[in-house]
């Protein structure tokens, strides 16, 4: 039996089928006294422009002063919050959809097929071993949630050894991007190093079964997790050596934010690749057989990227989008590994590209109009076959050894949860290898694309989602998502909370805004620097279209983000704040002046650029810099931030500014909350349970924000 959303809006009552009832039961005209923020006398100058930044203090995470604001904070928006009528039974929804058995595309490495799985509830998922003939039990293999005892610890990547005998994999802490790295031995499970080695944003690459490269900053004696992270440096570990080897970035030419590598499946050739940006990189080449042999520069312009793919009988195979937007794959031989020596292997087309590679086959995933489309080939580029999808929506996977025979992938949208299939690489048969076990109904749901107009003219895409008795009456509460940055792609995903929020009788919409790589580097470029303002005006034109088109009002539309994300919706509230009832800013990028002096935020200049490139970025930076536009006498929307006091990447000091500033000129009656979570990061590893709590408060925030309340 469907249970009933009620709003009272004067003496009418309006109904959506769904999953709860609410009627309208909080306090209007609810004057907020917010704790008290200290204002600050600093005074920055830039260029011939003096800013004020009166909360500068609060970017000192390790203050009393701070720690005291961050407790008050958390006291008020709990006393706000807790009042939230029907809290519990969101909660019991999301937990209803959360509770269900879910697997990761598996693997084969050695003997054994290799997933993750989560029961349902478990606060990190867990990596299970199957024999490959699978007639026995998986069984567990690593279990991350007993690193620690409250779920806080999570897996943060992990690498086989070539042949199988060892595992290196990272742990992070409280979910911080500094991680350690253990080794243990597949045969026993026994872990072969005590301590771990400390490392960040590093991938880990084996050489043979003796030793592996992984990455780190040099880590300072301070504990703030704003500290700047500037140069990147590559080492190599021998198993059972004493001190690690420093093999890359200790010269100019090598100086790099980030640097990550691979090896050659042979364990010939050693890939270092290097940028300042988050945007391209530079790619060296080392032979490890001629161990007198230095590093051949192959790619020294990071205008674009570039990364290996496998080698085969003499030929290294790269994808780049060096001289094709969309992206290609291209061979070279080694010793002329520059790109005048490049021949195309795969061409680019119209559709934004990526590629992996399983058995001797390519596996290229295209993106056309936000949907997966995956074609094959062999090694000399020669077209085998279309992948046959379930249906519109995303796929992962296609990522399995040169010498294998199977592959894997996953198919989801937003209203079929993720089933994986089994390809037979000889055969091309593909089969059922695990349904899904979701309790939620898409059948029952509309998943409808459409394209609008933004304020250039430019067509975007938007994908909406709702139940198919839900009637366009401009009152359907409704969630706008959106990203807009840093080349990603929105594509539709299953998402248990996206199916608890349908089923709670609401629309969710996501906007696929200039920015991402939906429509690859043009699409990427036209929401950078300079052109930011196009993601804005792309999201602003998402809200006039659902608001045009009926599928609900400003006094129903909340819209949410998080980190990029996170600033997209923090602009446009600030920009257009009449056109939305609640806002969502979930880890955002909130300083825009000073953004590039945290941790390494100076490594995201390419999507943003920095105040201290030329007066021209200065302004324009400063002209929608959420901390810098806050401004008196307007009624902004209902506003609940979220952030963690371990988020070393996007700092919590962005949000703590933010919300000082929007509770200093608070005139009105909408509330501005900032809910910090405590022993949280940037949200990869954060536990299920803590996910599960701050979900149930935003979902009932918004409900209540729109005159809606739980009974």
């Not at 004067?10 to 609410?22: I, V």
């Not at 704003?226 to 090598?254: A, I, M, P």
Request: charged share 20%.
């Amino acid at each position: 039996m469907m249970l009933k959303i009620v709003a009272i809006f004067e003496s009418m009552a309006l109904y959506f089928g769904c999953t709860g009832k609410y009627m309208y039961k909080t306090k209007k005209n609810q004057q907020f006294k917010y704790p008290k923020a200290h204002v600050g006398d600093q005074i920055d100058q830039y260029f011939s422009t003096e800013v004020a930044d009166p909360y500068r203090w609060l970017e000192d995470d390790c203050s009393q002063q701070t720690g005291n604001w961050v407790k008050e904070q958390n006291q008020f928006t709990k006393s706000v919050l807790g009042q939230l009528s029907g809290r519990e039974v969101i909660k019991s929804q999301l937990k209803k959809h959360q509770d269900f058995e879910r697997l990761e595309v598996p693997f084969i490495k050695g003997k054994y097929i290799w997933f993750f799985k989560n029961s349902g509830l478990q606060n990190q998922s867990v990596l299970y071993r199957q024999s490959l003939d699978q007639t026995e039990e998986a069984e567990v293999f690593l279990d991350p949630n007993l690193f620690n005892s409250n779920g806080t610890a999570s897996l943060a990547g992990y690498q086989f050894s070539v042949t199988g005998k060892y595992l290196a994999y990272q742990v992070s802490e409280n979910g911080s991007d500094w991680n350690r790295i253990y080794v243990v031995e597949v045969a026993s499970g026994e872990r072969i190093n005590s301590t771990g080695i400390e490392s960040k944003f590093s991938d880990l690459a084996w050489v043979g079964d003796k030793g592996f490269y992984y990455s780190r900053y040099d880590r300072g004696c301070n504990d703030s997790f704003s500290v700047k992270n500037d140069q990147h440096k590559l080492y190599y570990h021998l198993l059972g050596g004493r001190e690690d080897t420093l093999v890359f970035g200790n010269t100019d030419e090598q100086e790099s934010r980030y640097v990550s590598a691979e090896v050659s499946e042979d364990g010939r050739y050693l890939f270092a690749y290097s940028c300042k940006t988050t945007s391209g990189n530079r790619l060296f080449i080392k032979d490890l057989s001629q161990p007198d042999h230095g590093w051949v520069a192959a790619v020294t312009d990071e205008g674009s990227s570039v990364w290996y793919l496998v080698s085969d009988q003499g030929w290294i195979y790269f994808y780049t989008n060096l001289d094709a937007v969309n992206g290609k794959v291209v061979r070279c031989r080694a010793d002329k590994s520059q790109p005048e020596y490049w021949e195309t292997v795969i061409a680019e087309t119209d559709h934004a590209m990526d590629c992996n590679i399983s058995g001797k086959y390519f596996f290229a995933h295209y993106v056309v109009d936000v949907c997966s489309r995956v074609k094959q080939y062999d090694f000399s580029g020669n077209y085998i076959q279309d992948i046959a999808l379930p249906g519109l929506g995303s796929v992962e996977g296609f990522a399995a050894e040169k010498n294998q025979k199977k592959t894997f992938f996953g198919f989801s949208n937003y209203t079929t949860a993720k089933e994986i299939y089994c390809l037979d690489l000889d055969t091309q048969e593909i089969e059922l290898f695990k349904s899904s076990s979701s309790p939620f109904k898409g059948t029952d749901y509309l998943s409808e694309q459409v394209f609008y107009p933004s304020k250039d003219g430019t067509c975007i895409p938007m994908t909406i989602v709702r139940h198919k008795k839900t009637q366009l009456t401009k009152k359907n509460p409704t969630i706008l998502y959106g990203y807009g940055g840093f080349q990603a792609s929105l594509l539709p995903e299953f998402d248990p909370n996206i199916a608890a929020w349908l089923e709670l009788g609401g629309i969710y919409a996501v906007a696929n805004l200039r920015g991402g790589s939906e429509y690859g580097k043009a699409w990427h470029d036209a929401g950078c620097r300079l052109n930011k303002q196009n993601v804005f005006d792309d999201f602003i034109a998402a809200a006039e279209f659902l608001i045009d088109k009926q599928y609900t009002n400003s006094d129903f539309l909340a819209i949410n983000g998080a980190s990029n994300g996170g600033l997209l919706v923090a602009a446009v509230m600030l920009q257009r704040p009449e056109l939305f009832k609640v806002v969502v800013p979930e880890v955002g990028v909130l300083d825009m002046l000073r953004y590039h002096t945290f941790t390494a935020g100076a490594g995201w200049s390419y999507d943003y650029g920095t105040a201290e490139d030329s007066q021209e970025m200065f302004e324009y930076l400063k002209a929608y810099s959420p901390v810098h536009n806050v401004i008196s006498d307007v009624n902004y929307p209902a506003t609940l931030i979220l952030t963690s006091d371990h988020d070393d990447r996007v700092v919590p000091a962005h949000s703590f500014k933010f919300s000082a500033a929007l509770q200093a000129h608070s005139n009105g009656t909408n509330p501005q909350l900032i809910r910090i979570e405590t022993d949280a990061g940037h949200g990869a590893g954060t536990p299920t349970s803590k996910r599960l709590e701050a979900k149930a408060d935003v979902y009932g925030f918004i409900l209540q924000q729109m005159d809606f309340s739980l009974l």
